[in-house]
């Protein structure tokens, strides 16, 4: 019994605690021109808002180390998705990755504070061509956009996370 009333407490500390993370609104700019967002032998509707609610994930996730009330403003400008499609098989076309492909992705970001004033702004290219491939094989390959959101993770906890912690 003491260690069923233990657990209460412990999940009623942890469903007190609010989660503080900054809002984030990632705007789509043009996709139309963006690189490389070929679906393959998906449809091109589908893959791209699965494409764009990965992303977007991404970013929510990593608003959640920023301070709270923060508001974090993408304008995404450029997709460059990892590798190239074969199309050579047709319907059944795919995505082929091999260790010269890398992903980038373009976009201009704004980071406010609680009272609306620019805290951070500017035009992010990123991109990162020292990515081995080895760690893609053996976690990513079972998730879709892996080293896409990789770009991301680590812009956050490489960049902008600590950028704001000095500010």
Do not use: C
């Not at 609104?25 to 679906?39: H, L, R, S």
């Amino acid at each position: 019994m003491k260690i069923l009333n233990t657990a209460i407490v412990s999940l009623a500390i942890l469903f007190s605690f609010s989660v503080s993370a900054a809002d984030v609104k990632v705007d789509w700019v043009k996709p139309e021109q963006y690189k490389d967002i070929d679906a393959g032998g998906e449809g091109k509707s589908n893959f791209k808002k699965k494409l764009f609610k990965n992303l977007e994930s991404v970013f929510a996730k990593g608003a959640k180390d920023l301070p709270n009330d923060y508001q974090l403003e993408v304008s995404m400008l450029d997709v460059d998705l990892a590798g190239h499609v074969d199309h050579s098989a047709g319907v059944m076309a795919r995505r082929i990755i091999t260790d010269s492909d890398f992903p980038r992705i373009i976009f201009y970001m704004i980071l406010r504070d609680d009272k609306g004033n620019i805290v951070f702004q500017g035009k992010q290219n990123l991109r990162e061509k020292k990515m081995k491939h080895n760690s893609f094989r053996m976690k990513g390959s079972q998730s879709e956009f892996f080293m896409e959101k990789d770009l991301i993770e680590k812009w956050f906890e490489v960049a902008l996370v600590p950028a704001v912690a000095k500010a």
